[in-house]
């Protein structure tokens, strides 16, 4: 099991996944807000997720876990 983690600190403006989502490298999952603006959230490489572990309009920190994936 791998943990997806937060790049930066910022509200979750936007979770573009739902578990069971089979993801390729590259895609994105998760659209952080920032100082107004969208920073996307990519994968490096292909997995499945398992548990989304954010909300919309929640708050993250830098290295906060984002998704669980398989």
Same mark, same amino acid.
């Given at each position: 099991?791998?943990? $997806?983690? %937060?790049?930066?600190?910022?509200?979750?403006?936007?979770? $573009?996944?739902?578990?069971?989502?089979?993801?390729?490298?590259?895609?994105?999952?998760?659209?952080?807000? %920032?100082?107004?603006?969208?920073?996307?959230?990519?994968?490096? %490489?292909?997995?499945?997720?398992?548990?989304?572990?954010? %909300?919309?309009?929640?708050?993250?920190?830098?290295?906060?876990?984002?998704?669980? $994936?398989?």
């Amino acid at each position: 099991m791998t943990h $997806l983690l %937060s790049s930066m600190a910022g509200n979750v403006y936007k979770v $573009l996944v739902k578990p069971g989502d089979r993801l390729e490298p590259g895609e994105e999952v998760v659209i952080l807000e %920032s100082m107004k603006m969208e920073i996307p959230i990519t994968l490096e %490489s292909a997995a499945t997720v398992k548990e989304i572990k954010v %909300s919309e309009g929640e708050f993250v920190n830098e290295g906060d876990v984002i998704l669980v $994936l398989e």
